[in-house]
Nanobody
């Protein structure tokens, strides 16, 4: 089992940057594929990015490619999401999540562990 705690959310102007962190505790962090998801008010939770166990493979939803970067530091049990050129429509609660297998990394239903979420608000 793993426990996840996000930090780094906040208010930023359009075009600005934020870095989210997700600290894990419990079972060996490197045993998990890590994902970032977001959920805007009144909308379904959507995939943002995922990273493989050792960090060698990363995956992004099309709308964030070139602007967001997911990374992990297994020595620090932490996964990061660097978000640049943020847009107002990206205002949402951002969640990190963990799963053991890489298949269907974009599906929130397959992630067994979730953090509490971090609010990101992008003003226009």
């Amino acid at each position: 089992q793993v426990q996840l705690v996000e930090s780094g959310g906040g208010l930023v102007q359009a075009g600005g940057s934020l870095r989210l962190s997700c600290a894990a505790s419990g079972r060996t962090f490197s045993s998990y594929v890590m994902g970032w998801f977001r959920q805007a008010l009144g909308k379904e939770r959507e995939f943002v990015a995922a990273i493989s166990w050792g960090g060698g493979s990363t995956y992004y939803t099309d709308s964030v490619k070139g602007r967001f970067t997911i990374s992990r530091d297994n020595a620090k049990n932490t996964v990061y999401l660097q978000m640049n050129s943020l847009k107002p429509e990206e205002t949402a609660v951002y969640y990190c999540a963990a799963k053991e297998l890489l298949n269907n990394y974009y599906s929130p239903a397959l992630y067994g562990y979730w953090g509490q979420g971090a609010q990101v608000t992008v003003s226009s």
